[in-house]
């Protein structure tokens, strides 16, 4: 069974305080997709890293894909309230098929 | 442009009744995906449609779940008959091209059966 563990499931941090959360497996894949999803609405793909080491930044929002290609972070700085949500990252096994984690709960108080 | 649409939002039914619920991919995508998302297991892909043709359904829970795509502009999930265990959110997504490529997703089905 192909897993890809999240850490940590539940985060909830002042506004301006800066937060990373992990992505592992022991298995390989081909890209790694960060998504976020908020109450009532369905995920929303944030970035795709593909390269093992790459590293991506969106605005405060900086992603890493490890060397190896079995892991990810996503590194926020300066959490604002606006960055609440379910953080999801999904893993590329096939031309079509993603490996789902179990998401990060992630709150910012104001 | 209209992303993908999914209705209904909300579905509350009766163990034993039949339920559809349906999708309307993004005009031009030629993949779709129904999830179920629950807070025990995650997002989980029921079945996945490339060209209007079923790929892979192994995520299909049982026979009571079934899934149709006609057309380019339209799939079903049909449950049937539906149990309280098949209570959560059921998402269809789009997608253009092959590939692990962005995934477009709809608002999501909340089915509660009781």
């Known amino acids: 069974t192909q897993l890809l563990e999240q850490s940590p499931q539940f985060l909830s941090i002042q506004e301006g305080e800066n937060l990373t959360v992990y992505c592992n497996s022991s298995?390989?894949?081909?890209?790694l997709q960060w998504y976020r999803q908020e109450p009532g609405e369905g995920p929303v793909l944030l970035v795709t890293v593909v390269t093992g080491g790459e590293v991506k930044k969106l605005k405060r929002l900086t992603f890493q894909f490890g060397d190896a290609r079995k892991d990810s972070s996503l590194h926020i700085t300066a959490a604002q309230p606006g960055d609440t949500g379910l953080y999801l990252c999904?893993?590329?096994?096939?031309?079509?098929?993603?490996?789902w984690g179990a998401g990060t709960k992630l709150i910012i108080k104001p | 442009d209209a992303g993908v649409i999914q209705s209904p939002r909300h579905e509350v039914t009766e163990m034993g009744q039949e339920v559809t619920l349906r999708c309307k991919p993004i005009?031009?995508?030629?993949?779709l995906f129904w999830y179920r998302q629950t807070m025990m297991r995650g997002l989980e892909l029921l079945i996945y449609?490339?060209?209007?043709?079923?790929?892979?359904d192994s995520g299909m829970p049982e026979d009571r779940f079934s899934a149709k795509m006609p057309n380019a502009s339209f799939s079903t999930l049909k449950i049937q008959p539906s149990e309280p265990r098949d209570s959560a959110v059921y998402f269809c997504a789009s997608s253009a091209g092959t590939g692990v490529v962005k995934q477009y997703f709809g608002p999501g089905t909340r089915l509660t059966v009781t």
């Open positions: 999904a893993g590329g096994k096939s031309n079509y098929q993603l490996i």
């Open positions: 298995s390989v894949f081909s890209s």
């Open positions: 005009s031009g995508h030629n993949s």
């Open positions: 449609f490339n060209n209007n043709v079923p790929i892979d």
